[in-house]
């Protein structure tokens, strides 16, 4: 799960991580309010959506008088704004972030992450800030520091401390810095982050170590245990179906093709939908009903599948194991009569109860067609589905 900058800068500041002071606004007059609180002579207001990019796109400016910050909030609030995260359709911009300006010396570059080749979290530090880390990796990747975490999950000091050895800092600010990274460190453990990145990291005039952007993303499986950031979610942010999904506690994710898939198990979803694109067809989401799914759950998924506009057609592929096949059939048989089911529809049934899961589908009055296996599952929807 992703937040917004603001979010972000205030767990930062939780772990003791300077920040600059800034205000949340929704309108042009409340910048200009949250403005005259901060210290000036320059203020910068940013655009709060979930993307990286935002300066080159027009979302953050950076203003030298109240009536520039409120001139500025007008610009950006409602606008449609495209990075090279966002797509060509780009996302709407609610609220902007107004914080006071910072006279920047150096930009450092400085994330947590969580290394899924290395199977642990890793520190990147770089004297490239500002830029994308991608593009430093790219061009110069002798400039990217890294310390890997052992299963204790904390950094040694002198770990901390080599992070920005080579980033031309004096003994001061590298003790600073190599502090600050430690409490990133401690705040990515604590809230189960797989990222928590800073971007640009700040050398200010005066020689102070300050976060000027922040983004971070959560793992969604463990925001149980951290109620305080999984109440940071903005739905506004979130695809519709994918946020009524987890509202139904269905694990749904839209993808951009036009069959639509209802599995039970991880790996079986992504055997079909590798089935499917080698029948020639697109999936248009992956939705794991789960081992564990009640007749309930399955209708709830299936509904939310069909309410994605771009499907054309539904292939159910279902290995009857905790979740049995009879429960599937009444919660496809349910969902398809619920929302009037017009769509091709091919079903294929294995495993715990597969029989009377296949009496219940025949005796639906559904029209469907069945598959003995996924190949052929895959193909028999690609053809209804194809043009």
Known sequence: MNVHEYQAK????????????????????????VAET????VWVVKAQIHAGGRGKGGGVKVCKSLDAVEEAAGAILGMQLVTHQTGPEGKKVHKVWVEQGTNVARELYLAVVLDRTAQCLSVMASPDGGMDIEEVAQNTPDHIHIVRLDGSHSIWPFQARALFAGCGLNPKQVNAAAALAMNLV???????AVLVEINPLAVTDAGDIVALDAKMNFDESALKRHPDVAAMED?????????????LGVNYVRLGGYVGTMVNGAG???ATMDAIKNAGAEPANFLDAGGGANEEMVAAGFEVMLSDPHVRGILINIFGGILHCDVVASGVVNAARKVNLQLPLVVRLEGTNVEAGRKILAESGL????ATSMAEAARKIADATRG
């Open 235 to 247: 739905q506004e942010e979130c695809d519709p179906l994918e946020f009524k999904a987890r509202q």
């Open 38 to 41: 901060l210290p000036g002579p």
């Open 268 to 270: 079986l979803a992504m």
């Open 10 to 33: 205030s767990l930062l500041a939780q772990f003791n991580i300077p920040v600059p002071q800034g205000g949340l606004a929704e309108t042009p007059a409340q910048a200009r309010a």
């Open 367 to 370: 029209n469907f067609q069945t």
């Open 186 to 192: 401690r705040l990515a453990v604590a809230k189960d």
